[in-house]
């Protein structure tokens, strides 16, 4: 066919995108203290003010430890999302506060993505953040979003993690105090920082016998004052000690054995190690980020439209190492588990695999295969979790990693000897919860856009046999298959 | 030429496969890439393997039931596909090119509601009908293109990755070596498979290359209960069941960019979630309940009549250029022979490939991607 010609490309995205459904001049994102707050703030100064929150998530999320991480520790209660409502304003009466002020407030709102125009897009009308409930997804335009995603649950893998009771920090103060909605009647909880420490005061003052605590340094690590306080209430820290296993039953956990061979009956292993700022959106939307391990993780850098508060900006610094604290607890587990020890749960990767750099069991293993490894891999070039990911599937699954990333990119500093900050941050992608297909639908598709959409480019010489050029057939086929880009 | 070095740029699949083509017939490879091998398009796209309408389609057809044993490595390859006409409009198109398997004795089948709902436990009773092509197939991108870079491995080939072609030497109208950053690698030929890069590269020598990029997006389901043939897909969608039961979709609007000499600045996905995912739960009715859990984008780059451009240059003479416009993945176990039979032979022995040839393009207008609306929106 004829190459020169002059057209429109009616295939391209140009102009058909889905407007946002309104604009506000800040979103707010998590209605923790430090995202009410900043909304109030705003909200006084004239501002008109979105504050969204995902609270209460849906029984089926908490159940994949999304967002943060349950262990399938929380009651029936959980599922009845009004009571979960409830619960919410009730433990939070400064959400009122802040609907006073003319804050718009969502609750039981996901922020899925954040999207604006940049480096390799410039289609998108404004910048906006994609929200979802439990009917819908849809668009909102912003000036600026704030961030107070707070922080998740670092997981950490030892043979029998992957049952019930075995949950995080932050998921067990949230149903201790958000929900009152905690299943588990005796804790044994790992580490002992300030996060350790706080929440085993916690659970105590709430009813929940605490059977010890479990810390691989020589000393307890919280603050004097937290460990004094944890002296009055009797509970015991093992130090030089790590956690082998953990036993269990039909509904979980009932005993963990640690390193010093000592059993310890419990319903409930808090894994209170670490908290990780909740960058997700801000890093899949390729906002600016940086290690910092005494703020516990990568933090947002903070850009002119986008800003991060509350321990999404990163941990209150004590001067702690959090990152090098965590790389202990991984290589004292490393060390003491076998190397079959379960560390992706949705994929079922063993480290056995994930350090073998092999595929899942449904794929074959012929000798070439099995003869690749993390070695062979490192020989071309250093370690990316991303094409670790890719070759083993681990992060890969239903979670979106949160239990297995960091876990993945600490065995791959340990295995190359390499410093943690070397490994780069495996990606966040959007959606940053798992949305239903039929929740993140537009069903409302504009017009320009069902009219642009080809199954690829719209190129019609693309799909013509080749057999067919120059006969009656290529017009037949330009006819019937054309979606438009010539004219 | 056995026994010589050959120099390929860009370990995208097509540059791969073309390395391990090479590689087979004794030849030292040494694939440069700038970053990790398939991280670009090879890596990202919906594993598609049915490609009908290239010269390349009868080897693709050959070789991938055997890629898997030759490779040494898995690559999921499934067999066949069916596809799904949810609107009336797309009834009539699939049957037409149904009908256009069927002159040219293609195996395949036409199947009304009750057979697509037999054959595609997650379809409902809101399609109009159905293709099975009883040819074609899909596999695993990602671990496709590991699985040519590690093959050519093992037969003495070299990868090299994080490390950009920065540029040519030339002598006696032959490039004599490519140079990175830091090494420079003598060669007796070269393959520039470099994706959206070739244009700047091949400007070296003058040459112009028309291609222009575009960026494209796809969304992934957790797994999905498995279908007897995962290769489904329809209703202006393309994708896969991947054999761990995620449905991986793309399709709809494009977006043209720009690319550096040094490649994309970014790959964002956008809010075109949103669209893929109510196509795919018209598609899949019930699969509709899923979680969507990752979205990406790809930068593809496209040649004006949207065919490969897979050819032997006259000056330099040692160099072959393959680009192969958004079909890539598929065909890769034809075009990396292709390449091998231009770079040692200076033909290609199994198809006629001249209508891959640069010089279709001999009379495009300079300004032929303004004039197309294949411009980034300003």
């Known amino acids: ?487 | 030429m056995s026994g010589s070095e050959v120099v390929i740029v860009g370990g995208g699949v097509t540059g791969l496969s073309a390395g391990w083509w090479l590689a087979r017939s004794g030849v030292k490879v040494t694939v440069l890439d700038k970053f990790i091998v398939g991280w670009e398009a090879s890596g990202r796209n919906g594993g598609g393997a049915s490609h009908y309408q290239s010269p390349l389609f009868d080897e693709e057809q050959r070789m991938w039931p055997q890629m898997d044993e030759l490779l040494g490595y898995p690559t999921e390859h499934q067999k066949e596909r069916i596809i799904i006409a949810m609107t009336e409009r797309q009834w009539e198109q699939y049957r037409f090119v149904a009908e256009r398997h069927h002159r040219l004795g293609h195996p395949v089948e036409v199947l009304d509601v009750k057979q697509v709902k037999e054959a595609v436990p997650l379809a409902g009773d809101n399609c109009f009908g159905g293709v099975h092509y009883k040819f074609g197939g899909h596999a695993n991108p990602q671990r496709s293109v590991q699985a040519y870079a590690w093959a050519l491995q093992d037969l003495g080939g070299k990868i090299v990755q994080h490390s950009p072609v920065t540029g040519f030497e030339t002598a006696g109208g032959k490039v004599t070596a490519v140079k990175t950053a830091t090494a420079t690698y003598g060669c007796d030929a070269v393959v520039v498979a470099a994706g959206p890069q070739i244009p700047q590269l091949m400007a070296q020598f003058g040459i112009d290359i028309p291609l222009a990029p575009a960026r494209a997006e796809m969304i992934i389901t957790e797994p999905a209960p498995m279908m007897p043939i995962g290769g489904v897909d329809g209703h202006k969608l393309y994708g896969r069941q991947t054999m761990r039961g995620n449905l991986a979709y793309g399709g709809g609007p494009h977006e043209w960019i720009d690319v550096d000499a040094t490649g994309p600045k970014d790959r964002p996905s956008t809010p075109l979630m949103r669209n893929l995912a109510s196509r795919l739960a018209e598609l899949l009715p019930k699969a509709a309940h899923l979680n969507i859990i990752r979205s990406w984008a790809g930068v593809i780059e496209n040649s004006p009549d949207g065919r490969p451009i897979i050819d032997r240059l006259t000056s330099p003479d040692n160099v072959v250029v393959a680009s192969m416009s958004g079909v890539g993945f598929g065909l890769s176990p034809a075009s990396g022979h292709a390449i091998r039979d231009l770079v040692l032979d200076g033909a290609c022995s199994f198809a006629n490939i001249d209508i891959l040839k640069l010089s279709r393009f001999d009379n495009l207008e300079s300004d032929w991607r303004e004039k197309r609306g294949w411009m980034p929106i300003s």
């Open chain 1, 1 to 487: 066919m004829e190459l020169n010609f002059t057209g429109t490309d009616i295939c391209a995205v140009n102009g058909t995108r889905s407007a946002p459904e309104a604009h506000y001049g800040l979103v707010v994102v998590g209605a923790g203290p430090s995202g009410v707050a900043a909304a109030i703030e705003a909200a006084k100064a004239g501002t008109k003010v979105l504050l969204v929150d995902e609270n209460p998530v849906s029984g089926a999320l908490m159940g994949n430890d999304v967002p943060l991480y349950f262990g399938g520790r929380m009651t029936a209660a959980t599922q009845n999302s009004e009571r979960m409502l409830e619960a919410i304003f009730m433990s939070m009466p400064e959400l009122e506060t802040a609907m006073e002020a003319g804050v718009e407030l969502l609750l039981g709102t996901t922020a899925w993505g954040v999207y604006r125009n940049g480096p390799g897009v410039a289609s998108l009308p404004e910048q906006v953040v994609g929200l979802a409930d439990a009917e819908r997804s849809w668009l909102i335009g912003f000036d600026h979003i704030t961030l107070a995603t707070g922080a998740r649950d670092l997981a950490m893998a030892f043979p029998g993690w992957n049952q019930p009771g075995v949950m995080g920090a932050a998921a067990l103060q949230m149903l201790l105090t958000r929900y009152d909605a905690f299943a588990g009647h005796r804790i044994l909880v790992l580490g002992s920082h300030d996060l350790a420490i706080e929440t085993a005061i916690m659970a105590h003052a709430r009813g929940v016998e605490v059977a010890g605590l479990v810390e691989v340094r020589d000393a307890p690590q919280a603050s004097a004052e937290l460990q004094a306080k944890l002296a009055e209430t009797g509970i015991a820290i093992h130090c030089n000690t790590a956690i082998t296993s953990a036993k269990g039953g039909m509904d979980g956990v009932e005993a963990a054995t640690l390193s010093n061979g000592q059993e310890v009956a419990c319903d409930t292993i808090c894994v209170a190690i670490g908290l990780i700022p909740s960058i997700e959106l801000v890093d899949a939307m390729h906002g600016g980020r940086s290690l910092n391990a005494t703020r516990g993780g990568y933090v947002p850098l903070g850009e002119a439209t986008v800003s991060a508060v509350g321990d999404c900006a990163g941990l209150a610094d004590t001067g702690f190492d959090h990152v090098a604290y965590r790389m202990e607890w991984m290589q004292a587990l490393t060390t003491i588990s076998a190397d079959d020890t379960i560390i992706c749960q949705c994929e079922e990767v063993t480290r056995a695999d994930l350090i073998g750099v092999q595929p899942p069991n449904y794929l074959s293993r012929p000798d070439p295969m099995c003869a690749r490894s993390l070695d062979t891999l490192l020989q071309d070039g250093p370690a990316n979790p991303d094409q670790i990911k890719r070759l083993t599937r681990a992060g890969m699954g239903v979670c979106q990693g949160r239990r297995c990333r960091d876990q993945v990119a600490m065995l791959l500093a340990l295995e190359s000897g390499k410093p943690f900050g070397s490994i780069p941050l495996a990606s966040h992608r959007a959606p940053v919860r798992p949305l239903p297909m039929k929740i993140m639908a537009d069903w409302n598709e504009p017009e320009a856009m069902s009219a642009a959409w080809d199954v690829w480019f719209g190129i019609p010489t693309q799909w013509v046999p080749v057999e067919d050029l120059g006969t009656q057939y290529e017009e037949d086929h330009r006819q019937m298959l054309y979606t438009g880009m010539y004219e």
